[in-house]
C-alpha cells in the first residue's frame, strides 16, 4: 500500500491532518495537498476496487 493510500484511510479514520504529518514525517500541507487531488483515486487503491465500482457500493 502506498503512502497516500495510508494518508486516505487515516483521514477517513478521523485522524487529524496534523497528526498524520507528525506520523508520516511529512509536513502538514502536503498532507492537504494529497488529500485534496485524485481523491477516488486514493479511496480506489485504498479499497482495492476499480473506481468505476466505487459508486456501487
Known amino acids: 500500500m502506498g503512502k497516500?493510500?495510508?494518508?486516505?484511510l487515516l483521514n477517513?479514520?478521523?485522524?487529524n491532518q496534523t497528526f498524520i504529518a507528525k506520523?508520516?514525517?511529512?509536513?502538514k500541507s502536503t498532507i492537504s495537498?494529497?488529500?485534496?487531488?485524485?481523491?477516488?483515486k486514493k479511496e480506489a487503491i485504498a479499497t482495492n476496487?476499480?473506481?468505476?465500482?466505487?459508486?456501487?457500493?
Open 4 to 8: 497516500d493510500a495510508i494518508i486516505y
Open 12 to 15: 477517513k479514520q478521523e485522524y
Open 23 to 27: 506520523s508520516m514525517g511529512r509536513s
Open 33 to 40: 495537498r494529497e488529500l485534496s487531488h485524485n481523491t477516488s
Open 49 to 57: 476496487k476499480p473506481m468505476g465500482l466505487l459508486a456501487k457500493d
